[in-house]
């Protein structure tokens, strides 16, 4: 779409735009994605082969010792670590979101955008809602395997709570990538800065094993450690316990960084040359 296709009034790219037209942007956008994803199928990999892969693993390898741990064996450890990996999956879209924006941005394909008359935070918007729905599918994905490994749900409810909980997490977590995405010189810089901010938090969580064993000062830092407070949340929702501190502690965190990292990610990628 070139400006000579465009009335002078819409060639305008900083012109005023209304919230109908950024929904229209939006859904454009994300009708886009989809149809991308559907042009290349392989980069569903990571929503299908995640959750299998992670199952699989730390139910077969880890779930006889840490079950016992629980007072049980690895039926025991499968009822704890289902709901952590739940955790997990908002943590995981987040970092591809912030390597794809970033890619984008090399090929060329957010230049285009940036020089059409459309609203900047669609671009954003519509990144974030695909991938949340490539998050739901692997949420699926994972439950599915979950179940041919012995998990057994218990609440229902609790189980739909911990899935919006998780996508509410992830979605606050997508700003903060996207905006690593656009000040990053290539993917690379992303996957290894995410690496260094995410693997000190998913370790140091509650997501794998309890952390009663863990030094004082280590649990202490999980006590708000986002992701230990969602796989606690998740656990309480979906198995029955506490959920109240956790809760809070998983609200804070995801609207404090939506609030704090959302605007930041528009400014960048508005005035990124």
Do not use: C
Request: glycine letters at 10%; aromatic letters at 10%; a positive charge.
């Amino acid at each position: 779409m070139s400006s000579a296709t465009l009335s002078p009034a819409a060639a305008k790219t900083d012109a005023p735009i209304t919230p109908r037209a950024h929904l229209r942007h939006t859904g454009a956008l994300i009708r886009r994605n989809l149809l991308w994803i559907r042009q290349d199928p392989e980069s569903m990999f990571d929503a299908i082969l995640f959750p299998v892969i992670f199952t699989l693993l730390f139910v077969y390898v880890f779930g006889g010792s840490i079950g016992k741990s629980l007072g049980g064996g690895q039926d025991q450890y499968v009822q704890y670590v289902v709901p952590g990996l739940m955790a997990m999956m908002g943590m995981n879209m987040a970092q591809g979101v912030g390597t794809g924006f970033n890619q984008d941005f090399n090929s060329g394909v957010m230049d285009r955008f940036r020089s059409l008359p459309i609203g900047r935070g669609s671009v954003l918007f519509a990144k974030i809602a695909v991938e949340l729905m490539r998050m739901l599918f692997a949420t699926v994905v994972l439950m599915v395997v979950a179940l041919l490994v012995g998990y057994d749900i218990r609440h229902w409810s609790g189980l739909l709570a911990s899935v919006g909980l998780s996508v509410l997490f992830g979605s606050a977590l997508m700003w903060v990538f996207l905006t690593l995405g656009v000040v990053m010189k290539n993917a690379q810089s992303v996957q290894a800065m995410g690496f260094l901010v995410l693997m000190p938090l998913q370790f140091g969580s509650s997501i794998f094993a309890p952390t009663a064993s863990m030094p004082g000062w280590l649990q202490s830092f999980t006590d708000y450690n986002p992701l230990s407070a969602l796989a606690d949340t998740a656990r309480g929702l979906m198995e029955g316990g506490p959920v109240a501190h956790s809760l809070w502690v998983t609200l804070i965190w995801s609207v404090a960084l939506t609030a704090v990292m959302a605007p930041v990610a528009i400014h960048k990628f508005r005035t990124k040359s």
